[in-house]
């Protein structure tokens, strides 16, 4: 598996100077280093499926979130309106396919309850907080609020399942968290108010994205 690591380490180093372009605010490394970043990510599961490792459909599925979501990072690179609302259209896709593969694969619906019921109030108070300044976003961000949980929800529960071996569920519940925390930091920084270092998000996307997709070769 050293191509995986190789892939690893140049995650890390693209991530570190991609977070460095974004607060010297440099358009241009912005372009490159973003979607190299996410295509990083693809690669993993194309190898994946390429090698036969594991459920095939499981790496078709995963695969299919990443691409939604190497959409959302192109359209976000970009500042109008609706270059924001395309990327929060493929953005919400990419979790919805993530939280029907993990659901799909996840059986423990007593757990899925009682994990539920913790991000419907944590949801319900980060929404609250956010209200005042989503202005015209006030549904599409509830809607988003709702499917990113419901993601976090389905693959916290990864553990119960008889599909996932406790490294997979390990890595596919550590990264929907992150990339839930990514997306937090987002919503705060442009709704609530602007956060200095707001791109250190970027770690916590990237890190989480890189985990969902390294469970498919796990």
């Not at 994946?48 to 299919?64: H, N, Q, S």
């Not at 509830?142 to 890595?171: G, K, R």
């Amino acid at each position: 598996m050293i191509i995986y690591g190789i892939i690893a380490v140049l995650l890390l180093i693209l991530v570190t100077f991609l977070i460095r372009a974004e607060i010297k605010e440099n358009t241009g490394q912005i372009y490159v280093l973003k979607p190299l970043s996410s295509l990083l990510l693809i690669l993993i599961a194309v190898i994946a499926y390429i090698m036969g490792i594991g459920d095939r459909t499981y790496i078709l599925l995963v695969l299919l979130g990443i691409v939604f979501c190497f959409g959302g990072d192109v359209a976000l690179m970009f500042q109008p309106k609706s270059a924001f609302l395309a990327g929060l259209i493929s953005f919400l896709i990419g979790h919805v396919v993530y939280a029907g593969v993990f659901t799909y694969y996840n059986q423990s619906w007593v757990q899925n309850y009682l994990v539920a019921g913790v991000l419907i109030v944590l949801g319900a108070l980060f929404y609250a907080y956010l209200y005042s300044g989503l202005t015209g976003m006030k549904v599409p961000v509830l809607v988003y609020l709702v499917v990113i949980s419901f993601m976090l929800n389905s693959a916290v529960t990864a553990f119960y399942s008889e599909f996932f071996n406790v490294f997979q569920a390990a890595a596919v519940a550590i990264g929907a968290g992150l990339f839930y925390i990514s997306d937090i930091i987002l919503a705060i920084n442009r709704f609530k108010k602007p956060l200095r270092y707001n791109r250190f998000s970027l770690a916590f996307y990237y890190s989480g994205q890189f985990l969902i997709a390294a469970s498919t070769v796990m």
